[in-house]
């Protein structure tokens, strides 16, 4: 039993380059999530899955995308990457009506240079 | 939409005192007030939590009270530990037994002296 796991764990891009970050839950959790975190800021919603085949936006949608896989797979991804997106992301799920107890992910470091 | 104020944004205590985190909210709607512990370089853990129809609730050293009429909560930590130095990050939640919002603090970081 992994729990959250996402990859990568670093990452470097240059200004305009894309790429996706990656997120899997083995725990049978309806609902999935990516927060960032920026000093200061504490952890802010991009985008969230209440349950398989549904996205919603978050507080900061801008300049992301998601795609709810299937149910154990949510997906980030940075199509034009811009200075202002380096950041640590976290992906998190928790179980539909719990509560929200979240389990978070590792996290990914990101530079956008 | 719910806004979630923390402070002392850094909190320095020595070891065997008590540290004290006051957040507050702003929807009397929030029903469920997570805080998470978030160790250097780690991923944020859950800790303890507080629903709204309980006013204080413990586990070991750590506890949690909420007065729903103020719309404050705070996580209180007795006898600290070196271990216990990290960030903390209170949130409160708000829903309907489906999906509920959660908003986070931006955080306290705590560091114990030994």
């Known amino acids: 039993n992994a729990g959250v796991t996402q990859t990568p764990k670093f990452q470097v891009l240059k200004t305009g380059q894309s790429m996706t970050l990656q997120c899997a839950q083995d725990m049978n959790h309806n609902s999935m999530y990516w927060y960032r975190q920026d000093p200061g800021m504490g952890l802010r919603l991009i985008y969230y899955?209440?349950?398989?085949?549904?996205?919603d936006k978050g507080e900061v949608p801008n300049g992301y995308n998601v795609s709810r896989l299937n149910k154990r797979e949510f997906s980030l991804r940075l199509e034009s990457a811009a200075p202002s997106q380096t950041s640590v992301y976290f992906c998190?799920?928790?179980?539909?009506?719990?509560?929200?107890?979240?389990?978070f992910g590792s996290g990914t470091q990101l530079s956008v240079l | 939409g719910e806004n979630v104020e923390q402070h002392p944004s850094t909190l320095s205590v020595q070891e065997g005192d008590s540290a004290v985190i006051k957040c507050t909210y702003s929807d009397s709607a929030s029903n469920y007030f997570p805080w998470y512990k978030q160790e250097l370089g780690k991923r944020p853990q859950l800790i303890i939590d507080?629903?709204?129809?309980?006013g204080e609730k413990k586990d070991q050293r750590i506890a949690v009270t909420l007065n729903k009429t103020a719309k404050h909560f705070s996580l209180h930590i007795t006898e600290t530990q070196p271990e216990d130095s990290a960030v903390y990050f209170c949130a409160a939640s708000m829903g309907s037994g489906g999906y509920q919002k959660v908003t986070f603090g931006i955080g306290t970081k705590l560091q114990v002296i030994p």
């Open positions: 507080i629903r709204s129809n309980v």
């Open positions: 899955s209440a349950s398989e085949g549904t996205t």
């Open positions: 998190a799920s928790s179980v539909l009506g719990s509560g929200e107890k979240l389990f």
